[in-house]
């Protein structure tokens, strides 16, 4: 049963239906399924199809962009579920979250936060194609601890160097914990660009939040 609508959910997407997105992810929270595995088990399993069909030049654009509206709808509809199910009301630090500079890819990102949000973390999500310098500003602004930067680009990962570097610069860089992710993002460019941590999932970004400012 389970199976079945995790599989109707992945469909939904391969569709670009983002009416039947919404109504499967409101289905997922009526029998009580947990919001991310709905996600992980049912949603992207679809956008990874799609992802992969674009890459091997069977699908286009216009299916990519309906994809990803639909996923999009799907997540903002689980959202309130999964701040609801955060059990923890400390607030662990300071998060500037932000896409980097030249890259609208928003969903990850955007459920990154949303756990760091349940989990108890004060979240600052800058969206999406933000320039360095705007992130910079934030994290002065607010005081921040840590910076989250998504990159799904092989071309806008530099940007998150370029983040590093500028806080480097201006003295920033011991008090402020950088975190990177996004689908290219790799150990090796974690060590080559000397980020404190990567995570590949939103699950894994909580935890390494948290031992970024010494919580676990
Ligand atoms: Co784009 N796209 N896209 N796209 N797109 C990819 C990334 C791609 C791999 C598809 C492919 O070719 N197979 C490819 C990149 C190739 C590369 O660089 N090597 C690609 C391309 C080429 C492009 C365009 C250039 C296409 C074009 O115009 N010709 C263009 C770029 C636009 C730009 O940014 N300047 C483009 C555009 C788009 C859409 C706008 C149509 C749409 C995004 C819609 C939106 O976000 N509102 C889109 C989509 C949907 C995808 C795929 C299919 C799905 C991305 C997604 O949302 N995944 C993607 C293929 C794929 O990844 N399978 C693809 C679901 C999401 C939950 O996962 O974002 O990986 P993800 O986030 C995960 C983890 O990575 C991690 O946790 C998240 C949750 O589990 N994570 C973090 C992410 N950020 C983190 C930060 C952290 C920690 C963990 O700490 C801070």
């Known amino acids: ?14 569709d ?15 029998s009580g399924i947990d919001p991310l595995e709905a996600i992980s088990k049912g949603f992207v399993v679809g956008v990874n199809q799609v992802g992969e069909s674009f890459a091997c030049g069977q699908a286009f654009l216009p299916e990519l962009v309906m994809a990803g509206e639909a996923m999009k709808a799907a997540v903002a509809t689980l959202e309130p579920e999964m701040q609801k199910r955060g059990t923890s009301r400390q607030v662990y630090g300071k998060v500037v979250l932000a896409t980097v500079e030249g890259d609208i890819h928003e969903i990850g990102k955007t459920l ?18 933000v320039p360095t310098a705007k992130i910079i500003e934030k994290v002065k602004e607010v ?26 610069k201006l003295g920033l860089r011991k008090k ?10 790799t150990k090796d460019w974690v060590q080559k660009i000397e980020a404190d941590g990567y995570s590949e999932d939103a699950i894994g970004a909580v935890g390494l939040a ?7």
């Open 112 to 129: 990154v936060g949303t756990m760091l949000s349940a989990s108890g973390f004060q979240v600052y999500d800058l969206g999406v194609d």
């Open 1 to 14: 049963m389970t199976d079945e609508l995790f599989q109707k959910m992945s469909q939904s997407i391969l």
């Open 143 to 168: 005081d921040a601890d840590l910076v989250g930067l998504s990159a799904l680009l092989t071309t806008t990962m530099v940007k998150q160097k370029e983040v590093i570097d500028e806080l480097d």
């Open 16 to 30: 670009g239906d983002s009416d039947a997105a919404i109504a499967l992810a409101k289905q997922a929270i009526d």
């Open 176 to 185: 402020v914990k950088v975190m990177v992710g996004g689908a290219p993002v």
């Open 210 to 216: 948290k031992r970024l400012v010494g919580v676990v």
